[in-house]
């Protein structure tokens, strides 16, 4: 692991915050957990892609290396050096676009099957994701509506704050095999406010499930949300056990996540096909957690034959016919034996009196 760098490392060593958030970053998801995708590790290092000290990009570079020659070839190795250890300002056209070939030219790498059957919309549109939340909200439905959230890493400034983190929110509805996925970066707290209202009023219609409670979405402690994140066992009386986190409670189910993309670029302008379908399983996922806690006759773990919970038909409910429904069909009993015997009548005088022909045997019409 990449030690810390030390401040008289180099004789103009400033690394800023931003340069500092990003190293920390690598080491976590690259060398601890070995866990992000080669498009998300070239994405953080286009956040910050000039002016790094000589000595400290050098240590950044040693932390991806490895993991970036085995997938990049030696022209693209050559820029990525040539941005974190060159001390540019800004690097030159040629760099940039060897970069953007990297990204753009590595396999996708998420394809989760319980996405197959849903339609995936992206937009940036308010307008559009109001007469989404319409419909979902109007809908009678078994199921929650289950919503998740993705972050920037630098948001800006609004008259000395800084702006909210919140780069997406990804909506999913069962019923109509729906996922939405908002963008709402770049966002200001007047927008936030915004959002925050509008989600309020669909709660009040049609509940929400979560994982965490998404403080910046709703308030703490609002009856129409429900969160489907769980503790550990404390191993310490009177204190509560440590929160697990999305991938520990689907594994225990039987889906397996992967989070290579948790520390990609939400806020550039095209999302990856890796990055849509990280996102929308983030919130499909959250319908098996559901299940799984409180349990539905109408679970899709079913049609999909996934055994991820143990799940027990229930038997039919027969519904004993009403006074009405049963004279309603005596009624039409008797009409058809009606209807019926006059027909077998016409036959007998058709064949025995318009051409002379005997009359057939009663036997022949039981």
């Known amino acids: 692991m990449a030690d810390r760098i030390p401040k008289n490392c180099c004789e103009n060593y400033c690394a800023t915050g931003g340069q500092e958030k990003i190293r920390k970053m690598l080491i976590k998801f690259v060398e601890v957990r070995n866990e992000i995708s080669i498009a998300s590790i070239l994405e953080l290092i286009l956040l910050m892609p000039g002016n790094w000290p000589p000595c400290y990009g050098a240590k950044v570079f040693g932390i991806v290396e490895q993991t970036l020659s085995q997938n990049l070839d030696e022209f693209q190795m050559e820029a990525i050096k040539e941005v974190l250890c060159s001390n540019d300002h800004t690097p030159e056209y040629d760099v940039l676009v060897t970069f953007d070939d990297a990204i753009v030219s590595q396999p996708n790498q998420l394809h989760y099957k319980q996405l197959e059957k849903f339609k995936i919309t992206i937009t940036e549109n308010m307008r559009k994701a109001k007469r989404f939340l319409k419909t979902v909200s109007q809908k009678k439905s078994s199921f929650p509506l289950y919503i998740d959230t993705e972050n920037v890493h630098f948001s800006g400034w609004t008259n000395s704050e800084p702006n909210p983190k919140l780069a997406l929110i990804t909506i999913c509805d069962i019923d109509l095999h729906e996922i939405l996925i908002w963008r709402v970066a770049p966002l200001t707290h ?120 143990d799940f027990v038909e229930p038997p039919p409910i027969v519904t004993p016919p009403s006074k009405n429904s049963i004279k309603k069909a005596e009624k039409k009993e008797r009409e058809m034996k009606r209807q019926e015997l006059e027909r077998r009548r016409e036959i007998q005088g058709y064949i025995g009196g318009t051409f002379g022909v005997p009359i057939l045997p009663s036997e022949y019409f039981s």
Not at 247 to 258: N, P, S, V, Y
């Open 190 to 309: 007047s927008n936030l406010e915004d959002i925050k209202k509008l989600l309020a009023r669909v709660a009040k219609k049609r509940k929400f499930a979560t994982f965490d409670e998404e403080k910046e979405l709703f308030d703490v402690g609002n009856p129409n949300i429900i969160n489907l994140q769980q503790r550990y066992p404390s191993t310490k009386e009177g204190e509560e056990g440590l929160k697990k986190s999305l991938k520990a409670q689907a594994r225990e189910i039987g889906i397996t996540l992967r989070k290579t993309e948790t520390v990609s670029n939400w806020a550039q302008q095209f999302l990856r096909p890796d990055q849509v379908q990280y996102a929308a399983m983030d919130a499909r996922v959250l319908h098996f957690l559901y299940v799984n806690q409180y349990g539905n006759k109408n679970c899709w773990l079913i049609e999909n034959k996934i055994k991820y919970v």
